[in-house]
């Protein structure tokens, strides 16, 4: 199982960003994620950085660590420009980057523009449109669609990406049109949980739904003949009913990781600690786990 983290981009890269993303390439994680909002939920008063710079910057000063959003969406992305900078940021990386990806929610972002929040159906129709167009401008040398959302008129992504034929898509998704364009487009699913029983739900009624999640992936893949084993499964921890249990010890941890690695799941992605915000966690615990936990996930034996 690969272990990853997530980096928030509030702290000023001069004043402490730069060094939490060499620390997360020393600890030997898989891969750094930061969140691609332009503010997010309890830190809408404070710092909040561009994750794209962020990762640009973090390219520059990291060597083997894999850089990433979770997620990219529609809310306030259009795949035209979108596309010229993942092309560049997967150079600047040298091939380290993968494109979390999907269909955006109802947040801050999703009316920073002026727009009216769209409805849960209207941000599905829109991703349907914005992942597929996406993919072509990443892998086709000209690209032209005029969509019900989205256009583009002769767009070059020249040369292409550094990956072949292109960067890794990362698809979160949970419900049935989600899982058809992950399945179609993804080199790897992501999920959160079951958002409805984040307040009431117990471990046990977190991991059946990730089940039920599961399934609807492989039923996905099975529509259009592709194994999903072919997929990376990634779990993004703080949003089940555990919360933030996992990070409390190592013993913890490697509990929590080894029966989600029993349901299927081949990455955790666990966020790196912030104080006094709802990331807050030991930062020794959470760097043991980094380097101890690996090892411990490989011969461990757990009972789900």
């Not at 997010?40 to 994750?51: L, S, V």
């Not at 979390?100 to 349907?128: I, N, S």
């Not at 597929?132 to 990443?138: M, N, V, W």
């Not at 790897?188 to 117990?202: N, Q, R, S």
């Given at each position: 199982m690969r272990l990853s983290t997530?980096?928030?981009p509030v702290r000023p890269?001069?004043?402490g960003g730069r060094d939490e993303w060499l620390r997360a390439e020393e600890l030997g994680f898989h891969?750094?994620?930061t969140y691609d909002h332009l503010t997010w939920r309890t830190f809408r008063d404070g710092p909040w950085y561009g994750a794209l710079p962020t990762l640009a910057a973090a390219a520059g000063v990291t060597a083997r660590l894999r850089l990433g959003t979770l997620v990219t969406s529609p809310n306030f992305r259009h795949p035209v420009p979108l596309a010229k900078e993942l092309m560049s940021l997967d150079d600047l990386s040298g091939g380290r980057f993968t494109l979390g990806v999907g269909a955006g929610g109802k947040g801050f972002d999703a009316v920073a523009l002026g727009q009216t929040a769209w409805t849960p159906r209207e941000r599905a129709d829109r991703f349907e449109e914005f992942l597929p167009l996406l993919d072509r401008l990443l892998?086709?040398?000209a690209v032209s669609q005029d969509g019900?959302?989205?256009t583009a008129v002769e767009a070059r992504t020249l040369p292409g990406c550094v990956q072949r034929p292109r960067l890794p898509f990362a698809v979160a998704a949970t419900g049935p049109r989600g899982m058809r364009l992950a399945a179609r487009h993804g080199q790897a699913?992501?999920?959160?949980?079951d958002p409805a029983i984040f307040e009431t739900g117990t471990p046990e009624d977190s991991r059946e739904a990730l089940r039920r999640q599961l399934d609807g992936l492989g039923k996905a893949c099975a529509e259009i003949g592709r194994d999903t084993d072919e997929l990376e499964k990634v779990l993004l921890t703080g949003f089940t009913p555990d919360r933030g249990a996992p990070l409390e010890s190592l013993d913890a941890f490697v509990d929590f990781a080894g029966r989600h690695s029993?349901?299927?799941f081949t990455e955790i992605v666990v966020h790196a600690p912030i104080p006094d915000s709802e990331f807050a966690a030991d930062?020794?615990?959470f760097e043991r786990i980094a380097t101890e936990a690996p090892a411990q996930l490989a011969t461990a034996r757990v009972t789900v």
């Amino acid at each position: 199982m690969r272990l990853s983290t997530v980096i928030l981009p509030v702290r000023p890269w001069h004043s402490g960003g730069r060094d939490e993303w060499l620390r997360a390439e020393e600890l030997g994680f898989h891969t750094a994620y930061t969140y691609d909002h332009l503010t997010w939920r309890t830190f809408r008063d404070g710092p909040w950085y561009g994750a794209l710079p962020t990762l640009a910057a973090a390219a520059g000063v990291t060597a083997r660590l894999r850089l990433g959003t979770l997620v990219t969406s529609p809310n306030f992305r259009h795949p035209v420009p979108l596309a010229k900078e993942l092309m560049s940021l997967d150079d600047l990386s040298g091939g380290r980057f993968t494109l979390g990806v999907g269909a955006g929610g109802k947040g801050f972002d999703a009316v920073a523009l002026g727009q009216t929040a769209w409805t849960p159906r209207e941000r599905a129709d829109r991703f349907e449109e914005f992942l597929p167009l996406l993919d072509r401008l990443l892998t086709e040398e000209a690209v032209s669609q005029d969509g019900t959302y989205y256009t583009a008129v002769e767009a070059r992504t020249l040369p292409g990406c550094v990956q072949r034929p292109r960067l890794p898509f990362a698809v979160a998704a949970t419900g049935p049109r989600g899982m058809r364009l992950a399945a179609r487009h993804g080199q790897a699913w992501v999920t959160t949980g079951d958002p409805a029983i984040f307040e009431t739900g117990t471990p046990e009624d977190s991991r059946e739904a990730l089940r039920r999640q599961l399934d609807g992936l492989g039923k996905a893949c099975a529509e259009i003949g592709r194994d999903t084993d072919e997929l990376e499964k990634v779990l993004l921890t703080g949003f089940t009913p555990d919360r933030g249990a996992p990070l409390e010890s190592l013993d913890a941890f490697v509990d929590f990781a080894g029966r989600h690695s029993e349901l299927g799941f081949t990455e955790i992605v666990v966020h790196a600690p912030i104080p006094d915000s709802e990331f807050a966690a030991d930062r020794a615990v959470f760097e043991r786990i980094a380097t101890e936990a690996p090892a411990q996930l490989a011969t461990a034996r757990v009972t789900v």
